[in-house]
């Protein structure tokens, strides 16, 4: 691999600092004891792998065959032989080279990210806000991370920065919970759905007319067990990444792109922070409800 | 999917999408959060149902009732395997299509602190945040599920006599008016008798969706959906909230923002 030139002037050394917070999270973070160094941001462009479409596998003759680990389910057609239109299989698969893909992109940008921070001599990294977005072409993006670092007053630091998407009284109120923030955690999973002959026309609403079902509606198993499949997916790499701490403020994204009927690519998207105890709860008491007279 | 499925069910860590402040609000009633969960269920809907016709369109209507009662059912069945006894801030994601529709639900597996797991058909599923529900425990009542209701229905074409007839007057379009109300009473029957199979004393914070769908300008949706509650003692706590006069200006002179 081509090694990128990540180095800049870090931010902080000329004197002024600069910071992504609003004005609120500022002083909640001065309040806290952390004072902001540097905007630390990190990049990364990748090209996507081309992924292999069922039509490109073989149309008609037999279904992709993915790394023995990876999800895939077979339909088979109960039909026999239709037509040469008529599909004799369907299939859903994970879409592995797409989450390597961004795992590595993510995680490029993200360290670049983190030794700009150390570089500063950061304690934490607060208010991370990340995008990945298309450019130039299609299949490539980028990835870009963004935070603000901060250190501990009048403390130096040795360890690599800890991150969080939180900032300001989020932040502040995880800390008085007794959370102290790890990293950022995100993961994607990626499963395509090549449907099956059934699952073709039930999602275009022609399976009763041709098939011979009653007009009852039924339920389209394949994109039920593809859409619970990735979901699972998810969770299972999002669980790999904890070691045993917990997952707050989890935000998922759920996103889909149908090619044709039945014909789609699930990819949700997850971010949380990575926290661990540090202290037992503080005894609460029940809130108290109040009426703004506003 | 049943592989997938036992792969993670040992896992011991915890995953929320609820605030700081929501957990905090959790605790303050006994209650952590366990996992985040899911259900998700697709209904095809036969070709040609959308067209003329009269009454409710009982295809499209079952196939919304049925991807409600499936997805809740698999968010139920997540939340077990999460060891939760119930969900909640349910976030409801649903969408009529011509051909299928779809119903998606996300939300946190919670329960009790230090409690044991318990079965399937005890677990409460509800859409009220982290916040509202420690409210609700606080003053006394329990969310039981989530209780729904659909009722896709037809608004009669006018005849060409009429339609020429009313043309160049403002007049109540009746046949879309009566329309909606057979679909809003057959819905909000249904609500209420998934509510009382609960076993539910009331439905909380009731969501509505209604009106014409593109692909179907002579058909009108009704669907809607809330949290089924009950009394968990003999009367509800009274709260007595109090009074907060804030003594904020009510103009801002000096906006921070400008200086961006």
């Known amino acids: 691999m081509t090694t990128v030139s990540t180095e800049v002037h870090p931010p902080g050394e000329s004197g002024s600092f600069s910071s992504g917070l609003s004005v609120a999270d500022f002083a909640a973070c001065l309040d806290m004891g952390l004072e902001p160094v540097g905007l630390a941001q990190g990049y990364c462009v990748m090209q996507s792998q081309q992924g292999l479409s069922p039509m490109q596998v073989g149309f008609g003759m037999s279904p992709y065959q993915p790394a023995p680990n990876d999800y895939v389910e077979n339909y088979h057609c109960p039909h026999g032989i239709v037509s040469t239109e008529h599909r004799m299989w369907g299939q859903n698969y994970q879409q592995a080279w797409i989450e390597r893909t961004w795992r590595q992109g993510f995680s490029s940008a993200y360290k670049r990210m983190l030794d700009e921070a150390t570089r500063m001599g950061a304690h934490g990294v607060i208010g991370v806000v990340d995008n990945v977005t298309p450019l130039a072409q299609e299949g490539i993006v980028e990835f870009r991370i963004l935070g603000t670092a901060v250190r501990v007053s009048g403390h130096s630091s040795n360890a690599a920065p800890w991150t969080t998407y939180l900032a300001g009284q989020r932040l502040a109120k995880s800390f008085e919970a007794g959370f102290a923030p790890l990293n950022i955690v995100t993961a994607i999973s990626s499963v395509r759905v090549w449907a099956s002959c059934i699952t073709q026309y039930v999602m275009e609403g022609t399976g009763a007319m041709l098939y011979g079902q009653s007009n009852d509606s039924i339920e389209i198993e394949q994109i039920v067990s593809a859409r619970a499949a990735a979901r699972e997916l998810l969770r299972q790499s999002v669980k790999a990444q904890l070691h045993g701490d917990q997952l707050h403020s989890v935000e998922l994204v759920l996103r889909e792109h149908e090619f044709g009927h039945g014909d789609l690519e699930i990819q949700p998207v997850l971010r949380g922070n990575r926290v661990r105890r540090y202290k037992d709860f503080d005894a609460f008491t029940t809130p108290r409800p109040t009426v703004r007279l506003t | ?260």
């Not at chain 2, 919304?64 to 060891?83: C, K, M, T, W």
């Not at chain 2, 909000?188 to 609960?198: D, G, I, K, N, V």
């Not at chain 2, 076993?199 to 009106?211: D, H, L, M, N, W």
């Open chain 2, 1 to 260: 999917m049943a592989s997938l499925e036992s792969a993670s069910a040992s896992a011991t860590t915890t995953t929320s999408d609820l605030s700081i402040d929501e957990e905090l609000n959790l605790h303050s009633v006994g209650w952590q959060p366990v996992d985040l969960v899911s259900g998700v269920s697709v209904f095809s809907v036969s070709m040609g149902i959308w067209n003329w016709g009269q009454g409710e369109i009982t295809g499209a209507t079952k196939a919304h009732e049925n991807a409600f009662s499936h997805a809740i059912e698999r968010l139920q069945r997540d939340a077990v395997r999460a060891g939760g006894h119930g969900v909640v801030g349910v976030h409801i994601e649903r969408s009529v299509h011509r051909s299928h529709v779809e119903v998606s639900l996300v939300g946190t597996a919670v329960r009790p602190i230090d409690a044991v797991p318990i079965g399937p058909d005890k677990i409460f599923t509800s859409d009220l945040s982290g916040r509202d529900f420690s409210l609700l425990i606080a003053a006394g009542w329990q969310p039981l599920g989530l209780a729904h209701g659909s009722s896709f229905v037809y608004a009669p074409r006018r005849q060409i006599s009429t339609v020429l007839a009313q043309q160049s007057q403002n007049i109540e379009l009746t046949n879309y008016t009566n329309a909606m109300y057979v679909a809003r009473e057959t819905a909000m029957e249904r609500l209420q008798t998934t509510a009382l199979a609960l076993a539910g004393t009331g439905v909380v914070q009731v969501q509505v969706v209604e009106g014409p769908m593109s692909f179907a300008s002579h058909a009108i949706s009704f669907a809607t959906w809330g949290t089924v509650v009950r009394l968990r003692g003999d009367a509800h706590r009274r709260m007595d909230p109090q009074m907060v006069l804030p003594m904020n200006d009510l103009h801002v002179a000096f906006e921070a923002a400008t200086l961006q």
